[in-house]
């Protein structure tokens, strides 16, 4: 099949335009040309136009789809399956916010005033999280696409942090630990286990009083969960470290929690985007990575060899689906090539 511009534009849907620029820019050019010379569209450019019109859809900018594509081959199959998953997160998304409207409706229909919670929760799932998520993003937000499924369940989690902080209970009583564990496995559930999700989500959470207002998680809830979950972490280490090694580590761990979030964020970014370990943006990641385990590790080598032990053999020390082995191996890698550049290099 040999496609004019003009026709291609019409059987695509986009403008004669668009298919100018995106050949302006090296994106797509025609790899054909007619006997009276006119450029034309073969079937693989066809197939590189689906990745690029695909990967805009998953958010990916114009100035970096180049770099995808110049990158390891991107199967179409893999892609087209992953639209196929983007469009059922999609359509159960709208398929909530319909079953909330649907409500609302029936309520108004029958001379009823809507429940103001029940409206305020729809308005939210109508505006709050487009100030925060794209719509591919909302779209692998289970949080969000199933909300009504889990909203319960978050409830209750809620009410036993609460009845233990009544009761004055202890973050290190193993009931406050065993809750925080369940917590944070649930947080993995309900972000697809992604650090950008949870990044912005943990924004929005801190940005929107209306948030902690409607789902009771408070400032004081949050700081409960995480000593809860600090004490799980130290119990772990005291089966690697010495008296005065657990002492700086207990004085240290959790100082700079808030900065691991938007981190793994940005490492998950970049990892998404292709980038390779040894590229200038891995070793900035790599550097300030260092910099926060050093926070609570030390300086002396050997005490931070004993907790890369506990962080490679324990899993409990890892936020559950957050920090894969994938990532690991990111950092891992860009550590050694930033090594490897500060060691002095042989004579000529």
Do not use: C
């Not at 999280?129 to 978050?154: C, I, M, R, S």
């Not at 931070?304 to 990532?327: C, F, S, T, W, Y």
Request: zero cysteines; hydrophobic letters at 40%; charged letters at 25%.
């Amino acid at each position: 099949m040999l496609l004019k511009i003009g026709e291609l534009a019409r059987r695509s849907g986009l403008t004669v335009r668009t298919l100018h620029h995106y050949d302006g820019i090296g994106l797509l050019s025609p790899s054909a040309r007619s006997d009276a010379g006119y450029r034309l569209y073969n079937e693989a450019d066809i197939a590189r136009l689906h990745r690029i019109l695909a990967l805009r859809r998953f958010g990916v900018a114009l100035a970096e789809i180049g770099t995808y594509l110049s990158g390891p081959d991107l199967p179409l199959a893999s892609l087209v399956e992953r639209q196929i998953t983007m469009l059922t997160q999609q359509i159960a998304q709208a398929d909530a916010l319909r079953n909330r409207l649907l409500r609302l409706q029936g309520q108004l229909d029958q001379g009823q005033h809507p429940d103001p919670a029940d409206w305020l929760t729809t308005l939210e799932h109508m505006t709050m999280y487009d100030n925060y998520f794209t719509q591919e993003e909302l779209a692998q937000l289970p949080l969000y696409t199933e909300a009504e499924k889990v909203e319960g369940e978050w409830q209750a989690l809620v009410a036993e942090v609460r009845a233990l902080m009544d009761a004055g209970t202890s973050p290190a009583d193993a009931k406050a630990r065993s809750l925080a564990k369940r917590w944070m496995a649930t947080v993995a559930r309900d972000t697809d286990a992604n650090p950008i999700l949870f990044a912005k989500l943990n924004t929005m959470h801190e940005q929107e009083p209306a948030v902690q207002e409607r789902t009771s998680v408070t400032s004081q809830v949050m700081s409960f969960i995480l000593a809860a979950t600090r004490e799980n972490q130290l119990a772990v280490y005291e089966r690697y470290l010495d008296a005065d090694e657990m002492a700086f580590v207990r004085a240290n761990l959790g100082k700079r929690n808030a900065e691991w979030p938007p981190l793994l964020a940005r490492v998950r970014t970049a990892m998404d985007a292709g980038s390779a370990p040894d590229s200038p943006e891995a070793q900035a990641l790599a550097r300030d990575w260092f910099d926060l385990f050093r926070s609570y590790a030390g300086d002396h080598p050997a005490t931070q060899h004993k907790i890369r032990q506990a962080l490679e053999n324990e899993p409990e020390l890892k936020q559950p689906g957050m920090v894969d082995e994938r990532m690991i191996g990111f950092i891992r890698a860009a550590m050694q090539s930033l090594q490897s550049m500060r060691r002095p290099q042989p004579a000529p």
